[in-house]
């Protein structure tokens, strides 16, 4: 009894774990980790915030409150009556303003990844299985797109279709998630071709194909689900990316177009300015300063606790 | 040995540099739309007609390509797109010397910062001093260059008329301050975070092997482990960053440069995007390609320097990281 005890006093983490299959046990790692608990946390808040606040703020992004701005002679600054952020010169409430744009980061951010995953994902698979030309075709292109800043490319592409009536579709928000995710998928491709290669070696995979399981199933049934973990992290890790490409984007005035508002926007538009009005560029410097600390915390976390080897070094 | 590598390495450069630009060009020329009729403008059509000539943007693609390429390497950039004319070479020739300052003294910045927060976190790790170097760092994170450029606008307000903010210079101070200081603050934010992110996690890796272990068991004192069998083993990961920093470097100075007009390549950028000239927007895209295509070279040629494995070929270099 006395060792038992013994052991029960012992760290959790020199505990043989139980297991409870590889998502619980992830996620509980996740949980276990402050940084990445505190990353989730803000993440969670940034999008309940981003839901609830446009409902519950009287105003909406494109509303302009004339005579304020009229009597007042410029734009409203904070605390105003009404106006809990101030206004823009047209009267915009900023605080609505503001919370347009974290909706469009977040969209922006989730849509890319989702596009990122839609190409990198079955590209990889394809690649690292079939190898061939396919595979010599993607890792050449893969290396001159790894050479070279992504948001060069994400902007060339974004100036070479957002003026086309297609990509107006949304206010932009189309040529942003194609931008972003043409790009962007490279990466998750290399992850995954290389995960496939080395789970191709392993002797259960082997054994599948000598009894004859036909490969599309082997690739969905047996490499899918052991690369999800990668997939996931990459996933995570690519949003503050994709955020910080969505605003610049925005800010070169590439991205989203009026009237809808993005952080990027609200900053080019406030820049000029800042020195006299301070308070139209703060809001959303300091959301997106948030967010990107949120999902940098988060997908760290997310490393961690799918590499468990890792996390225990750190 | 180690300058066979570093010939091979430097001529794959070329390849790189060619795909790039296919790339680019394959973007911007297939994309809908043309250049001429933009933002109201309204051309008769024998005129659109006669710069499409001009430009000889009615040649199949492939051709076009091959005569822009073949221009490019001569060093001629063409003419500008937009309604006054230029040559693109000359605007260039202006701003790059700026830009040039500005990024590099942003890296070295980023570096002699990034590295000694790194290397506190991860010595110091679960202290008070460890947390606040690791909040610092990740407080850097959040400050991607537009907004701490707008951060330092207004910190140092300069005295014109408006209401004065917490710190405002003697007008002497003020130009220097102004055109070089901030700026070079406002774009190291991001990459020192980075270096020291990634300086924390590859000193904690090595923290923990076996031969750093040996070392502390056979009597060395701590500061004799980090130098000879820390710094070096634990600055192979930090070199991988070099060309994810250099992009933010890139990125970085075309919103910088716009914040604080500097008369510098990224400002350039700015305009050609705004304008959406074409012509201008290559050749800055192809001057960046080739930058960063030599600094990864040059990136791979001191891992061969740091680590004779590397560039025997009995271990590969770490691949570069993603997302840069």
Redesign the interface.
Known sequence: MAEIRAADRREPIDLPERSHGYWTDAFARLLRSPAGVAGLAIVIGLIVVAVVGPLVVPYTYYEQDIPAVIAYGGPLPPLSPGHLLGTDSLGRDLLARTLDGAQVSLTVALVAQLVVIAIGVPVGLVAGWRGGIVETGLMRFTDVIATFPDLLFIVMISAAIVDTPFFRILNGLLATFVAIGLIAWVGTARLVRAQTLSLKQRDDIEAARAIGVPEGRIVRRYILPQAMGPIAVATSLGIPIAILAESTLSFLGLGVQIPRASWGSLIDAGIDAITLTPWLVFPPMIALGVALIGFTLLGDGMRDAFDPRASRRR | MLLGYAIRRVLWVVP?VL??SI??FT??H????SPWN?EGRQLSPEMVERLTAQFGLDQPLPVQYLVWLSRIVQGDFGLGMSTDRYEVAEVIGHAIGPTLLLCVSAFVLAVAVGVPLGLVAALRHRTTIGHAATGLA??G????A??LA??L??VF??DYG??P?PLTLPPELEGTLRGWVLPIVALAGLPMAQVARHTK?SV??VL?TDYVRTAHSKGLREEQVVRVHLLRNAAIPVVTIA?SI??LL??GS??VE??FDVPGLGSVY?FA??G?DYTL?MAI?MI??VV??LA?AVVDITYGVIDPRIRDGSRAAP??M???
């Not at chain 2, 297939?30 to 739309?33: H, K, L, Q, T």
């Open positions: 790189i795909g790039a790339v680019a973007i911007m297939v994309a809908p739309g933009r990740l407080l994170m959040a400050a991607p537009f907004a707008g951060f606008q207004v307000t300069p408006a209401p903010g996690g904690l890796e923990h060309g250099l992009a890139i990125t075309i919103v716009r914040v700015y995007i705004r959406r927007l895209t960046y390609a960063v295509a990864n691949e570069s993603p997302g840069g």
